[in-house]
């Protein structure tokens, strides 16, 4: 029986450091993926997309004009908890620190679902630098029960906050794999070019 996994994003620097692990997910046995984006950053969303050839199972399209933070945290709050009532994963995947990523894992967590948080554990430990990025990845990690840190500093820090040892990993950065996967794609481009020239 296949683990399922909703990955949920809405901004650019998101997707570029989601995109390959998203494929590896896709490639993997066992797993049944679904990726959801909220569209926080509509058009620069939809380049990386391209870019890596993702194509959503669900895009909420939320993005307005004039909103706030308040209102975007609510927007996704209610359109994610419609999606994890229907989906029923068994593990949401968020990634870093934005907006989408606090309003998804809290939606999870209000449906009694495992969050699995990449790059986890960054923190300068000042609710105001960077805002609100630094208490979204604080209340993420309170609510995750997987752990994806980028570097052992970052495993430190989850450690000294009390999260289980067991439930850590030390990853690295996902945007080294993003950035290996453009150059191989890239590789392969340059190659097709040289036999259509022979």
Known sequence: MSIKVIAIFGTRPEAIKMATLCHEINNAEGFDLKICVTGQHREMLDQVLDLFDIVPDIDLDLMKKDQDLSDIT??????????LIKHKPDLVLV????TTTFASALAAFYQNIKVGHVEAGLRTYNMNAPYPEEFNRQIVSKVSELHFAPTEISRSNLINEGHK????????????????WILNRIDKSENRKEDLIK
């Open 165 to 180: 040892i067991e439930n850590i990993f030390v990853t690295g950065n996902t945007v080294i794999d993003s950035l290996f």
């Open 95 to 98: 990634h870093g620190d934005t």
């Open 74 to 83: 609510s927007s996704i709050l209610l359109k994610v908890k419609s999606v």
